[in-house]
């Protein structure tokens, strides 16, 4: 059986493997909802929606605590498949991406 983890670092690995998202971040498209697309970061353990933002910033931008900044093209009010636990580390051996 092939180790899940191992697969996700040999497509890190691979530039072609990474889209730019509309605000500048690079995401490793994952498949775990079939509701929304989900992108890793290039730290290996963040994860983004498809407008490049964090569950952080989702939440805070939900509860009016921050403002949606005027060119963001994120109109995303969930968070569902972004969370991965708080102490969550990237996989063994995730290679070096740069970012912009």
């Not at 691979?14 to 605000?23: A, G, Q």
Request: hydrophobic residues 35%.
């Amino acid at each position: 059986m092939v180790n899940p983890n191992t697969v996700l670092v040999e497509r890190a690995a691979r530039p072609v493997e990474w889209v730019p998202l509309p605000n500048g971040r690079l995401g490793l498209p994952l498949c775990l909802t079939k509701k929304r697309s989900v992108y890793l970061a290039t730290d290996g353990r963040t994860r983004l929606c498809e407008h490049g933002e964090t569950a952080s910033a989702i939440s805070q931008y939900a509860l009016g605590s921050r403002t949606r900044p005027a060119d963001s093209k994120c109109g995303c009010l969930n968070v569902d498949g972004l969370t991965a636990g708080r102490f969550a580390k990237p996989p063994t051996n995730w290679p070096n991406v740069p970012s912009y």
